[in-house]
């Protein structure tokens, strides 16, 4: 089992910056892949944000160029640097992880955190 705790949401008006960070419980160098999703009340969970084990990454379109994924193994903490905020952004980010292989064959993560809350005023 691996526990994931979400921090860093908070409220900001557009154009402001977030920080989130994801704790694991497990070491997660090696062959473990994360990422962030979101989901904003009435709309379907998206995928924002993923990094593999080689640090490879990949975002959703409607982020590109303004969040960064990032994850730190010596503190088996995941980030995601968020700039220039907008209103449509305001949604819960989750942390999800699963070992590499498992997310190449099915696409999904076994893990998952709580959640943390984002809000981005207009």
């Known amino acids: 089992q691996v526990h994931l705790v979400e921090s860093g949401g908070d409220s900001v008006q557009a154009g402001g910056s977030l920080r989130l960070s994801c704790a694991s419980s497990r070491d997660i160098s090696g062959s473990f892949c994360m990422a962030w999703f979101r989901q904003a009340p009435g709309q379907e969970r998206e995928e924002v944000a993923r990094?593999?084990?080689?640090?490879?990454?990949r975002y959703a379109d409607s982020v590109k160029g303004r969040f960064t994924i990032s994850k730190d193994n010596t503190k088996n903490t995941l980030h995601l640097q968020m700039n220039s905020l907008k209103p449509e952004d305001t949604a819960t980010y989750y942390c999800?992880?699963?070992?590499?292989?498992?997310?190449?064959?099915?696409?999904?993560?076994?893990?998952w955190g709580q959640g943390t809350q984002v809000t981005v005023s207009s």
């Open positions: 999800a992880a699963d070992f590499c292989a498992n997310v190449r064959w099915y696409d999904e993560y076994k893990f």
């Open positions: 990094i593999d084990s080689d640090r490879n990454t």
